[in-house]
T-cell receptor, first 114, second 116 residues
Framework: NAGVTQTPKFRVLKTGQSMTLLCAQD?????MYWYRQDPGMGLRLIHY???????AKGEVPDGYNVSRLKKQNFLLGLESAAPSQTSVYFC?????????????FGNGTRLTVT | DQQVKQNSPSLSVQEGRISILNCDYT??????FLWYKKYPAEGPTFLIS?????DKNEDGRFTVFLNKSAKHLSLHIVPSQPGDSAVYFC???????????????FGKGTLLTVNP
């Protein structure tokens, strides 16, 4: 079982470049999330989606855009990367949207912006 | 303002002994608490949870205790094994049975090392 798959695993960008992080889940989960993890910080929610075609802002959405064109995919875009976006990005999904359904995480994408 | 605090960045224990990981929270609206475990180069995985209507939840070697009046929870691992070495995140949600996952708040994590 693949679960939640994130690509790429690593990426180095220069300031101002753009990129898209791809998250794919094969569990037929309705809900998907993008988090970032920084040293000395907990995971912080960037954006989330409650279903195909929907997106919503999380705690730290600035500088990011997302799209959920297909139920199984959730894309995170950086239009103009900044060094402050150097982080490890985790995608997650859940079947339900509440406490009965813990999050399933991918293995992360380590992004460095120079 | 950190609403979920894990004040110990790291903890080291001997194999076979008890590991106790602590978590404090400040938001009295939190009603549901989870622990996630994370190995290097992997994503977090759900470990155990507890709702505010309980003060203890047990799953094999893992037990979570909740003290609502003190706004404190702890994860006990007995006996500890080298494979338990990982970062443990405490997380909290407001609203039992209705809390939405987008409101999940994570602590910074505690690195547990279990020495053989």
């Amino acid at each position: 079982n693949a679960g939640v798959t994130q690509t790429p695993k690593f990426r180095v960008l220069k300031t101002g470049q753009s990129m898209t992080l791809l998250c794919a889940q094969d569990m037929n989960h309705e809900y998907m999330y993008w988090y970032r993890q920084d040293p000395g910080m907990g995971l912080r929610l960037i954006h989330y989606s409650v279903g195909e075609g929907t997106t919503a802002k999380g705690e730290v959405p600035d500088g990011y855009n997302v799209s959920r064109l297909k139920k199984q995919n959730f894309l995170l875009g950086l239009e103009s990367a900044a060094p402050s976006q150097t982080s490890v990005y985790f995608c997650a999904s859940s079947y339900f949207f509440d406490t009965s359904s813990p999050l399933h995480f991918g293995n992360g994408t380590r992004l460095t912006v120079t | 303002d950190q609403q979920v605090k894990q004040n110990s960045p790291s903890l080291s224990v001997q194999e076979g002994r008890i590991s106790i990981l602590n978590c404090d929270y400040t938001n009295s609206m939190f009603d549901y608490f989870l622990w996630y475990k994370k190995y290097p180069a992997e994503g977090p995985t759900f470990l155990i949870s507890i709702s505010s209507i309980k003060d203890k939840n047990e799953d094999g070697r893992f037990t979570v205790f909740l003290n609502k009046s003190a706004k404190h929870l702890s994860l006990h691992i007995v006996p500890s094994q080298p494979g338990d070495s990982a970062v443990y995140f405490c997380a909290a949600l407001p609203g039992v049975g209705g809390g939405s996952n987008y409101k999940l708040t994570f602590g910074k994590g505690t690195l547990l090392t279990v020495n053989p």
